[in-house]
């Protein structure tokens, strides 16, 4: 029966550097999205804390608005995440 059971850590890595368990991510019923909550979600779930659909249901996301923070976070890191999904991250991409 174990190997049908999935692992799920305890702690992640956050944004900062920090561990982040059940306990640390922003509470359920959060209004305010700053830009560290938003990274903390994504490290959670891509730390296998939260699965998507359980990051989707706790905070009341689209998976629309998740993934965009997601993407947001590894193109152009916390600071992308402050502006608003209907503003332009030009200006943010390193230039090569």
């Known amino acids: 029966m174990l190997e049908n059971q999935k692992f799920r850590p305890t702690a ?4 900062l550097g920090e561990a982040i368990t059940m306990d640390t991510i922003p509470p359920a019923d959060t209004t ?4 560290r909550r938003k990274a903390e979600v994504v490290a959670a779930v891509n730390g296998g ?3 998507v659909d359980e990051a989707l249901m706790r905070y009341g996301l689209s998976l ?5 923070w997601r993407i947001t976070l ?4 916390m600071p ?5 999904h209907t503003q332009d991250h030009g200006h943010l991409r ?3």
């Open 12 to 15: 992640v890595v956050g944004p």
């Open 32 to 35: 305010r999205w700053v830009a």
């Open 49 to 51: 804390l939260l699965s």
């Open 64 to 68: 629309e608005e998740f993934e965009s």
């Open 74 to 77: 590894r193109r152009v890191g």
């Open 80 to 84: 992308g995440l402050r502006i608003t």
């Open 94 to 96: 390193k230039r090569h």
